[in-house]
């Protein structure tokens, strides 16, 4: 996909995403996320009715894993493209897919384990 296909692609599944940016605390911007995929640091999987957006972490010790950050729209769609990320991920090396999600999707996404609950409070 070219940039600019990119970034119509992005404004059109923004309303899905920009949901999930606000239940996780307002942490970016839409141009913040736009730049990222743009950029190559992160990656922009969708369909008719969903979005999610990735990115790989590489730690120090060279262990790579497949990051979903933000996603949004019909569940069922949510699940389809995030199969397709983990397949892509693999195939860049990576070992584990993690979720950065809300408490509801662990119901939705048989087979991953909860490793840690973020705490968050305002100041």
């Not at 119509?8 to 990222?36: D, M, S, Y």
Request: glycine share 8%.
């Amino acid at each position: 996909m070219t940039p600019s296909e990119q970034i119509i692609e992005f404004n059109r599944v923004w309303k899905w995403l920009e949901k999930a940016v606000k239940r996780g605390g307002n942490t970016h911007e839409k141009q913040h996320v736009l730049a990222r995929i743009l950029d190559g640091r992160a990656q922009l999987w969708t369909n008719r009715e969903a979005a999610i957006v990735t990115s790989i972490e590489t730690y120090d010790n060279g262990f790579k894993e497949i990051q979903g950050w933000l996603a949004g729209g019909k569940l069922s769609a949510v699940q389809q493209l995030r199969d397709e990320a983990e397949a892509w991920g693999k195939q860049m090396g990576c070992s584990r897919s993690q979720l950065i999600s809300r408490p509801g999707f662990e119901r939705a996404f048989p087979g991953y384990r909860r490793v840690a609950v973020v705490l968050v409070k305002d100041l």
